[in-house]
């Protein structure tokens, strides 16, 4: 079974600043997809970003891309210039391709404050 | 228009009440999802529905019992409530079951308190 691990239960940034929250996952299969989810308070799931296991090209969404390296199995997430509104708990998720396993699997999500 | 709605947003009910949970999307997608979000923020599966067929039911206790009437419906129906029943459950659906990229659509949950 596939598993995610996201290793940083919070993380800060300043206003305008960077920061990457990190994800890894285990799975025996080949080909997937990736995905970052954003819930701010209001309990919305918001899709942030998506990765084709198959693309080497990272993703990019306006300030937010991933560094994928399919071979160490890591997808973390940069946002760039940080905004109030960032601020959220953020979730790695994996899904399968095989049939009958469509399901995303989260990892225990990263809660991110930004400080004005 | 709200893509996915379920209702209702807040539940408050006693241990051993039977209780349901409506969700509805109008955005013609053919697959529909329930999850569960405990204490601690954790994300897993329940169940998943492709035009009103099981395809996912993750170990979950019999209590938990899913219905989908037609493919813009996934109900969750819960018997005999306990206290660690307590948590926020998402609905949510997407185009396909093809296990591609498409989005998933969430609700915006509904917060289950048994007492």
């Known amino acids: 079974a596939q598993t995610v691990t996201q290793s940083q239960p919070e993380m800060s940034v300043q206003e305008a600043e960077t920061v990457t929250l990190s994800c890894t996952y285990d799975t025996s299969e080949s080909d997937y997809y990736l995905f970052w989810y954003k819930q701010p308070p209001s309990r919305q799931m918001i899709l942030v970003i998506r990765q084709e296991a198959y693309k080497q090209q990272n993703a990019t969404e306006n300030r937010f891309s991933v560094n994928f390296q399919k071979a160490a199995k890591s997808f973390s997430l940069k946002i760039s210039d940080s905004q109030l509104g960032d601020a959220a708990m953020y979730f790695c998720a994996y899904r399968s391709t095989q049939g009958g396993s469509e399901k995303l699997v989260f990892g225990k999500g990263t809660k991110l404050t930004v400080n004005p | 228009d709200t893509a996915v709605s379920q209702t209702p947003k807040y539940l408050v009910t006693q241990m051993g009440n039977d209780k349901s949970i409506k969700c509805e999307q109008n955005l013609g997608h053919d697959t529909m999802y329930w999850y569960k979000q405990d204490s601690k923020k954790f994300l897993k599966i329940m169940f998943s529905?492709?035009?009103?067929?099981?395809?996912i039911n993750e170990t979950v206790p019999n209590r938990f019992s899913p219905k989908s009437p037609d493919k813009a419906h996934l109900n969750l129906h819960i018997n005999s409530l306990e206290l660690g029943d307590s948590a926020v459950y998402f609905c949510?659906?997407?185009?396909?079951?093809?296990?591609?990229?498409?989005?998933?659509?969430f609700g915006s949950g509904t917060q289950l308190s048994v007492l």
């Open positions: 529905y492709n035009n009103k067929e099981l395809i």
């Open positions: 949510a659906s997407s185009q396909g079951a093809s296990g591609g990229d498409e989005k998933l659509f």
